[in-house]
């Protein structure tokens, strides 16, 4: 009877070949940490370089840059959008040169959400 184990094929296994089937443990894979950006207010950034940094940058609508630039006017910074740490990072820095460019004291910030 012993030879007769030996010999058993995996068709001839008891509960058939899917018995002998290794599982694969899958592992999950961690999103990345978001980053918010940010926008703080100055007295002396014109709102108009506020609603077109927002256009141009951050993709919004005139009237959505609008509202967003009275709430940076009105509490002093306002999250503008919430990225991957290189999109943020990104986006700071050409928020950042394009206010230098323009002689503008308008500051940009990120922070881990």
Do not use: W
């Amino acid at each position: 009877m012993l030879d007769r184990l030996v010999m058993m094929s995996d068709n001839d296994a008891p509960n058939g070949p899917e018995e002998d089937l290794l599982t694969e443990t899958k592992t999950k894979t961690a999103k990345p940490p978001l980053y918010k950006v940010m926008l703080l207010n100055d007295d002396y950034t014109p709102m108009e370089f506020v609603v077109h940094i927002l256009e141009r940058f951050f993709g919004m609508s005139h009237s959505q840059a609008f509202e967003l630039m009275l709430i940076v006017h009105k509490k002093g910074l306002a999250v503008v959008g919430v990225f991957s740490f290189e999109v943020a990072e990104t986006k700071v820095s050409q928020v950042m040169d394009f206010a230098r460019r323009h002689q503008h004291p308008l500051q940009c910030t990120m922070e881990k959400e």
